[in-house]
Antibody, heavy 119, light 108 residues
Framework: QVQLQESGPGLVKPSETLSLTCTVS?????????WGWIRQPPGKGLEWIGS???????YYNPSLKSRITISVDTSKNQISMKLTSVTAADTAVYYC????????????WGQGTLVTVSS | DIQMTQSPSSLSASVGDRVTITCRAS??????LNWYQHKPGKAPKLLIY???SLQSGVPSRFSGRGSGTDFTLTISSLQPEDFATYYC??????????FGGGTKVEIK
């Protein structure tokens, strides 16, 4: 069974960089698939952040493209994201997920981690 | 961007009711439409993909229909565990995946 678990600081100061890690178990990232990040601000809907193939191909949400970097560490079986110059608008629950083999749907998700941007 | 609009934003229903949620795309997305169930504090769960295909392990009371711009998710007989928020997601544009605003299904 594929399992994903997000981790990272729950509080980030404005203008700083938000860094999160997603640890995957039950499946080797280097075996394939795209992996993605999605977020949900309090009281709002889901927003796709970006997706990355294990070998390096990436797609980013154009609204975040200048601030987001997604990377993969196959040795640790982890996916990471960094979001720079954060503001209160980046406060959200952040999820990592696996993109299914066809159709750009997310078939496995982590439980999510709340990140609050505040001084 | 392809905008996804769900309606209603919330609804109240009773156990055993038939419930239908609508999702409309701002342009044709053919059948590139997925549905998720999301409960507070839990990971979202894929229910339906490619507009009408049931994800493995999902009860058959869930069904999806539609193509082009108009789609529906139907729960044929609402169960207590189905009270949640439901989201549609277009996967036509993989350069900009977008979700609907969600439909919260509450107990009447």
């Amino acid at each position: 069974q594929v399992q994903l678990q997000e981790s990272g600081p729950g509080l980030v100061k404005p203008s700083e960089t938000l860094s999160l890690t997603c640890t995957v178990s039950g499946y080797s990232i280097s075996s394939g698939y795209y992996w993605g990040w999605i977020r949900q601000p309090p009281g709002k809907g889901l927003e796709w952040i970006g997706s990355m193939y294990y070998s390096g191909s990436t797609y980013y949400n154009p609204s975040l493209k200048s601030r987001i970097t997604i990377s993969v560490d196959t040795s640790k079986n982890q996916i990471s994201m960094k979001l720079t110059s954060v503001t209160a608008a980046d406060t959200a629950v952040y999820y990592c997920a696996r993109v299914a083999s066809t159709g750009w749907r997310f078939d496995y998700w982590g439980q999510g981690t709340l990140v609050t941007v505040s001084s | 961007d392809i905008q996804m609009t769900q309606s209603p934003s919330s609804l109240s229903a009773s156990v055993g009711d038939r419930v239908t949620i609508t999702c409309r795309a701002s342009q044709s997305i053919y059948s590139y439409l997925n549905w998720y169930q999301h409960k507070p504090g839990k990971a979202p769960k894929l229910l339906i993909y490619a507009a009408s295909s049931l994800q493995s392990g999902v009860p058959s009371r869930f069904s999806g229909r539609g193509s082009g711009t108009d789609f529906t998710l139907t729960i044929s007989s609402l169960q207590p565990e189905d009270f949640a928020t439901y989201y549609c997601q277009q996967s036509y544009s993989n350069f900009r995946l977008t979700f609907g605003g969600g439909t919260k299904v509450e107990i009447k």
